[in-house]
């Protein structure tokens, strides 16, 4: 192949890649309604993921109704100043391992704010996505249709 030819394509090919990312990132990105209620999109897999913040810190979010608890590895945990106050044997669909305890003053998902949740510390996870449990979750109001999360807090 021409060398002229082989750089075009590698272009084209790049240029692609650029423009699905982009397609992608911007549909995954969160709506606030009027009302102020978070409206997610599921990603290709079927997960609900976002940016948020715990403790002021940004934080890559993943929504996990199968988890008991707010779930942050080991190495996010340190980078974003959590310190453990304990350790607790729980069950995970790995099996049972050893996490530490901690709790969270703040949990800021778009426009949605929850306070005081106790978390889990996992020495084991890999990556830096926290896992938003059912004590987080439990809080607010959840309606699902069409690949679309609806967030709002909980009307008492």
């Known amino acids: ?22 397609y992608f990132h911007a549909r995954s990105q969160p709506t606030v309604t009027a009302s102020g209620e978070l409206l997610l999109k599921a990603d290709a897999s079927g997960h609900y993921r976002l940016e948020g913040a715990i403790n002021g810190q940004p934080v890559q979010l993943l929504l996990d109704t199968g ?3 707010v779930t942050v590895p080991r190495q996010v945990a340190e980078r974003i100043g959590l310190s453990p106050n304990g350790n607790s044997l729980v069950n995970t669909a790995a099996g049972t391992i050893q996490v530490q305890t901690g709790q969270i003053e703040t949990l800021v998902m778009g426009p949605l704010t929850l306070y005081d949740l106790p978390i889990y510390i996992n020495p084991a996870a890999d990556g830096d996505e926290i896992l938003v449990g ?18 709002r807090p909980l009307q008492e």
Not at 3 to 22: C, E, I, N, Y
Not at 134 to 151: I, W, Y
């Open 134 to 151: 059912m004590n987080a979750l439990g809080r607010l109001e959840l309606r699902q249709k069409d690949r679309q999360l609806l967030l």
């Open 1 to 22: 192949m021409h060398p002229m030819a082989r750089r075009f394509w590698l272009l084209a090919w790049l240029s692609l890649m650029g423009l699905l990312t982009l």
């Open 67 to 69: 988890a008991t608890r």
